[in-house]
């Protein structure tokens, strides 16, 4: 049996392009249900709703939420004396991600202009004051993503910056606060300000709304699962979020230059996160086509996430045969991945499908560009959109924990711009019946 389809791009399904491949409308409605709930009674009890939830979901549930600082010291210090490999690489993540979106605030620019005599209109980006970052800690703990959600907000000068992650038992006192040890040390290494204990979609209505312990936050960013997306998507409104992500995707345009190793474990980097991920190739090569679909199947025999990673392939992969390479950049475009790598020689062809492509979480061009780098440390965000939002949105960065708020100011009575816009503010507003407004421009004059 076939580890992944193999189709020509006239035998694409539409299903294939849908933002919508994962749930029936049934389950959509039956989680919809469930955070509902589990909000409504967080905001209704507060911490009592916290404790109760994890009673129910998780795998502790201490009388206190809030990890101590000295437990969080520990673990950085645990981690960085008994595996200083991984210490120096979570630092070295850190680095270059609060380098680039440092560099990524520089270009949000403040300005004043006068926009007409006497008329000056301005711009001034400003720091959202509290943000929530939610860490899942199931199969894998994603130490990686408590680097990428917490340096953007680092870099963008938020004041205070709280994480949620989902209880583990405390090793000393079972009263207390405490969590996966990995992702208390990289909390440290960041500079997090408070961790709770606290999971699922109950730890996003906890930062929406606020409960005694936990405090309301502005902007809430953060990967989870279903519950915890649609907990996102529920509470947008209360607070900003990042973004609405599903199951990690890749897509990797390659023609016969591509070494067919590197490709294959690009994929399969992709496909061991869950049975959900989607792992596509396009080329022009049925011949590198076919020598790919002999590495995955060589890379599963020893991956140990192959269990994953070929119900992922068998579900959602497909190898797409192309006439021209032209084809693959319209495809991608509709597609919008969340990551797309060109796996092609340096040279007009890729120059152009680099300028061609504009539907995307993240680009990575040239063989050597593994995606895996943008994951873990080249400065990137790893939080991109998926399920063909990068159509309207990009990946997690500085942005999202600011805002841009605009100023008007005036010379004064008698500036030849001033009295034009009051002239026409007085005219719009008697047209549209708003006859205080037109007062309101008139009594200036």
């Not at 709930?37 to 911490?47: C, E, M, P, Q």
């Not at 939830?53 to 549930?61: I, L, P, Y």
């Not at 926009?115 to 209109?121: K, N, Y």
């Not at 994480?163 to 079972?174: G, I, K, Q, V, Y």
Request: glycine share 6%; aromatic share 6%; charged share 25%.
């Amino acid at each position: 049996m076939k580890i992944i389809k193999t189709i020509s791009c006239a035998e694409i399904p539409e299903s294939f392009y849908s933002s919508e491949r994962l749930f029936s409308t049934q389950e959509a409605a039956n989680i919809t249900e469930k955070v509902t709930n589990i909000i409504n009674r967080v905001k209704l009890n507060g911490d009592s709703a916290i404790h109760e939830f994890a009673a129910q979901f998780d795998r502790a549930n201490p009388e206190k939420l809030q990890v101590s600082k000295e437990d969080i010291k520990n673990a950085e210090d645990k981690l960085k004396k008994n595996n200083p490999k991984l210490y120096e690489s979570l630092c070295l993540s850190r680095d270059l991600a609060i380098k680039f979106a440092t560099r990524q605030k520089e270009s949000f620019d403040n300005f004043e202009m006068e926009i007409s005599p006497g008329l000056f209109t301005g711009q001034r980006t400003i720091q959202v004051e509290r943000a929530g970052i939610y860490v899942p800690a199931g199969r894998f703990p994603l130490l990686s993503s408590v680097i990428m959600c917490i340096t953007p907000a680092k870099a963008a000068g938020v004041s205070e910056i709280v994480l949620c992650t989902p209880p583990r038992p405390h090793p000393d006192d079972s009263d207390k606060a405490y969590a996966d040890e990995g992702i208390l040390a990289a909390a440290s290494i960041c500079g997090t300000d408070r961790v709770f204990a606290c999971g699922g979609a109950q730890a996003i209505a906890a930062l929406a709304y606020g409960t005694e312990t936990i405090p309301r936050c502005d902007v809430i960013a953060g990967p989870g699962n279903k519950f915890v997306a649609e907990a996102k998507r529920l509470v947008y409104g209360q607070c900003g979020i990042d973004m609405i992500a599903g199951p990690t995707e890749v897509m990797i345009i390659a023609d016969k230059a591509a070494n067919p190793a590197w490709v294959a474990a690009d994929m399969l980097a992709q496909a061991e996160h869950d049975k959900d991920a989607q792992a596509v190739l396009i080329t022009d090569s049925t011949k590198l086509a076919e020598d790919i679909e002999k590495e995955l199947e060589k890379q599963l025999a020893t991956l140990p996430t192959a269990e994953t990673a070929s119900e992922s392939l068998k579900n959602n992969g497909y190898i797409i045969i192309v006439d021209n390479i032209d084809q693959a950049a319209e495809i991608a475009n509709k597609k919008a991945p969340e990551h797309l790598e060109l796996a092609l020689d340096s040279g007009e062809v890729r120059d152009k499908l680099a300028k061609k492509v504009h539907n995307f979480g993240s680009l990575f061009i040239g063989h050597e560009t593994a995606e895996v780098l943008g994951d873990y440390a080249a400065g990137l965000n790893h939080t991109l959109p998926t399920a063909t939002s990068a159509r309207f949105t990009g990946g997690l960065s500085v942005r999202h924990f600011l805002k841009t708020v605009t100023t008007l100011r005036s010379s004064g009575k008698g500036a030849e711009g001033w009295q034009k816009s009051l002239d026409a503010a007085e005219t719009l507003g008697h047209t549209e019946g708003l006859e205080g407004h037109a007062a309101a421009a008139h009594i200036r004059k």
